[in-house]
């Protein structure tokens, strides 16, 4: 008899995961069976999983981001980075990819004394659960263009930012804007 998806299993499905000696007292983000689950603290070498899985990826959480350059966009009479610019929407072109959310003029990270770290706020995450993914089962991954309407405002940068702060991946192709030019705030 033909087995449903997600009914059946390779390995034994486990809600124990041990070894992690080396990532005592540290907090773990974990993946299983293709589903984010809550950050834990790793003790005595183990975390427990609130369902048992059979594909788990474990390990240090991080964040992952890309700020596209100040828009100055080709075949104008001069350019426009003095200018203010209203970034409204911004399509992304993925490859297997899942978990993102995108927001405009952001602080530049790579600016920041000491590398130190500074929040993004007003990120959109893409919406990603239809009708046609159960509950209590991974969303499978996307290829292909998204278009996501996000917050903007006019600033000088115009710029597009892109983060994953699950662990997921952000495969990015392309970056697409769209965008209004205003006049210079002076």
């Not at 984010?36 to 594909?55: C, E, F, K, R």
């Not at 003095?82 to 297997?96: C, D, F, L, P, S």
Request: charged share 15%; with cysteine; proline share 9%.
């Amino acid at each position: 008899i033909p087995a449903a998806a997600n009914q059946w299993s390779i390995s034994t499905p486990t809600e124990t995961v041990s070894g992690l000696n080396h990532l005592e007292g540290m907090e773990v983000t974990i993946l299983a069976d293709g589903s984010v689950i809550n950050n834990q603290i790793v003790t005595d070498g183990a975390i427990t999983l609130p369902l048992p899985a059979s594909s788990i990826t474990v390990g240090l959480p991080y964040t992952c981001q890309l700020q596209t350059l100040y828009l100055d966009p080709p075949n104008t009479q001069s350019t426009v980075q003095g200018k203010r610019k209203n970034i409204q929407a911004v399509t992304v072109r993925m490859e297997a990819s899942r978990g993102m959310s995108v927001g405009t003029n952001q602080k530049d990270q790579s600016t920041q004394p000491n590398n130190a770290t500074v929040p993004w706020v007003n990120m959109k995450p893409f919406k990603e659960r239809t009708a046609l993914i159960y509950a209590g089962s991974a969303i499978p991954l996307f290829t292909g263009d998204e278009r996501i309407l996000v917050p903007g405002d006019w600033k000088k940068p115009g710029q597009v930012a892109i983060q994953q702060t699950y662990p997921l991946p952000a495969n990015i192709i392309a970056c697409v804007p769209e965008w209004t030019i205003g006049d210079s705030n002076g």
